[in-house]
T-cell receptor, first 117, second 112 residues
Framework: DGGITQSPKYLFRKEGQNVTLSCEQNLNHDAMYWYRQDPGQGLRLIYYSQIVNDFQKGDIAEGYSVSREKKESFPLTVTSAQKNPTAFYLC????????????????FGPGTRLTVL | QKEVEQNSGPLSVPEGAIASLNCTYSDRGSQSFFWYRQYSGKSPELIMFIYSNGDKEDGRFTAQLNKASQYVSLLIRDSQPSDSATYLCAVTGRSSARQLTFGSGTQLTVLP
């Protein structure tokens, strides 16, 4: 089955700890994204990567870091500098290059719910 | 002004009725428009996309786009209780990366 997996499903962090959220896809997609969703809110872009070994900051990158060493993997680290990390984190991927005109569909993983204790 | 605005709701409609969800966007150069459905505690799933002015129909769903008014809507005909969810509007801009900007979502409840 092709798709996007995220782990863990639930994660608890103590104050001052760094934690890493996993995102893996076997869709052969070039672009991958990390979003954060707070209750009753839409999705806000944290980081994105359009190609291996390259990534860009989104709208709310402060306190987060990413790497893209493999096409299939785009892990997100929530550092201690992120003062309010409790949220639902969603990873997405998208095929780049030749596409149906105008289509820009992103596929989402199941999400990781992070809670700070 | 938010880039993508939606009425947060909640919007309640009786089963079998038409649900109408609305979205406005601020970037006149926006090119593609998406509606995602998100059930509570789950990730969003794409239900419709549109990039040309006018209507696009897919089963019980119709997306409507008016670029002059910077307005996109989603109509759900014959609403079912299983349609109860939050509906997110998302828009891509003119940048080469074509990033999605999401609205905050409209919560829809279909009453049996």
């Amino acid at each position: 089955d092709g798709g996007i997996t995220q782990s863990p499903k639930y994660l608890f962090r103590k104050e001052g700890q760094n934690v890493t959220l996993s995102c893996e896809q076997n869709l052969n997609h070039d672009a991958m994204y990390w979003y954060r969703q707070d209750p009753g809110q839409g999705l806000r872009l944290i980081y994105y990567s359009q190609i291996v070994n390259d990534f860009q900051k989104g709208d709310i990158a402060e306190g987060y870091s990413v790497s893209r060493e493999k096409k299939e993997s785009f892990p997100l680290t929530v550092t201690s500098a992120q003062k309010n990390p409790t949220a639902f984190y969603l990873c997405a991927s998208k095929r780049q290059g030749a596409q149906l005109a105008g289509v820009n569909e992103q596929f989402f993983g199941p999400g990781t719910r992070l809670t700070v204790l | 002004q938010k880039e993508v605005e939606q009425n947060s709701g909640p919007l309640s409609v009786p089963e079998g009725a038409i649900a109408s969800l609305n979205c406005t966007y601020s970037d006149r150069g926006s090119q593609s428009f998406f509606w995602y459905r998100q059930y509570s505690g789950k990730s969003p799933e794409l239900i419709m996309f549109i990039y040309s002015n006018g209507d696009k129909e897919d089963g019980r769903f119709t997306a409507q786009l008016n670029k002059a008014s910077q307005y996109v809507s989603l109509l759900i005909r014959d609403s079912q209780p299983s349609d109860s969810a939050t509906y997110l509007c998302a828009v891509t801009g003119r940048s080469s990366a074509r990033q999605l900007t999401f609205g905050s979502g409209t919560q829809l409840t279909v009453l049996p």
